[in-house]
């Protein structure tokens, strides 16, 4: 009751930025500057931003092309000038991947486990640690000079996507973007990992010397659904896209990633403030506003790897394949 499915040109209005950027950007995460993070969003498809150091916007920690795409950032904070366009929500498939040693049918290497949500309802996950690493190869190779990795062997079926970095230890925020418009997997990885890396405006674009320290997380956006209830999604499930009217009588939008509010600790309404916040509503927040917020609610699946694991798992593809060059080489998928 009160919900319907967001199904083909209705998921053109997805696209719509949530974070706040010139151009729309998406955001999956608190704002830069905390939880309410201010960012100005449009209302027009664009593009979007994902995060801030608080947090990104998919499923757990493990994580892992068509014209005028509309870019989104997972995390909050303000966006950054990345172009776009409104689009669908993408279709199933089945992820095509060799599992090296050491690593589970699903793709998974006993340190690596999927995010909150992913692969419910017992549906086979479509993404996989080899995304991951194919992320890892086209940035080495953008760093480095080598020519583009070679096609990969996991579907290449379209779907809304976010790509993430963090760094270090304690796993800071280090960039990420995405898009709400359904994009054949091998090009939107491509496309994504080198703008989450380079382009996002929260961030100076990433150097060589960063790459140990990084882990990448890529999370598919699946289960996009419109309620009539802003309350009706689940914290740790959902992720969540609201559209509102500013001050101006603006349209703005905003979105949150499905681990945000679990990672910051927030219940429904805290969640829904940060991101009006986000959205760069500034006026007093009452019940009665709340209720006239329009709310999309989805799901991902997300896998993460870290550089060590990323390594381990090009260095099995390098003496399987008999690579000659150094590792890590360009392209572990020859």
Not at 35 to 62: K, M, R
Not at 294 to 302: I, Q
């Amino acid at each position: 009751m009160g919900r319907k499915r967001c199904v083909g040109a209705d998921c053109s209005k997805m696209a719509a930025g949530c974070c706040g950027v010139k151009k729309q950007k998406l955001s999956g995460s608190p704002g830069s500057g905390g939880p309410g993070g201010v960012g100005a969003g449009s209302g027009v498809a664009g593009t979007g931003h994902c995060g801030s150091e608080l947090g990104i916007g998919s499923s757990a920690t493990v994580a892992a092309a068509a014209a005028n795409v509309s870019r989104a950032n997972g995390l909050g904070g303000p966006g950054g000038n990345v172009s776009g366009g409104g689009g669908s929500s993408g279709s199933g498939g089945t992820a095509l991947s060799t599992t090296p040693a050491g690593y589970t049918s699903s793709g998974l290497s006993p340190n690596l486990s999927a995010g909150p949500g992913s692969g419910s309802g017992g549906r086979k996950m479509v993404v996989s640690a080899e995304m991951c690493c194919f992320c890892f190869d086209v940035l080495y190779c953008h760093l480095y000079g080598y020519q583009p990795p070679r096609t990969p062997r996991f579907t290449n079926d379209p779907y809304p996507l976010f790509v993430t970095w963090k760094i270090g230890r304690d796993k800071r925020l280090r960039g990420c973007i995405g898009t709400f418009s359904a994009m054949n997997l091998h090009s939107g990885l491509r496309e994504y990992t080198l703008t989450s890396a380079l382009k996002d405006s929260r961030f100076p674009p990433m150097t060589r010397d960063e790459l140990p320290r990084l882990f990448c997380s890529v999370s598919l956006l699946t289960n996009f659904e419109d309620v009539g209830d802003y309350l009706d999604w689940e914290v740790g499930v959902h992720g969540i896209r609201i559209e509102f009217f500013n001050e101006k009588g603006s349209k703005r939008t905003a979105t949150y990633l499905p681990e945000v509010a679990k990672e910051q600790g927030w219940d429904h309404i805290q969640t829904i403030d940060s991101l009006l916040r986000k959205g760069g509503y500034k006026a007093p927040i009452t019940n009665d506003f709340r209720k006239t917020i329009k709310l999309t609610r989805y799901r991902s699946e997300k896998m993460t790897m870290g550089y060590a694991e990323y390594i381990a798992h090009r260095q099995h593809h390098h003496y399987q394949n008999g690579i000659g060059h150094p590792l890590p080489p360009y392209n572990h998928y020859s």
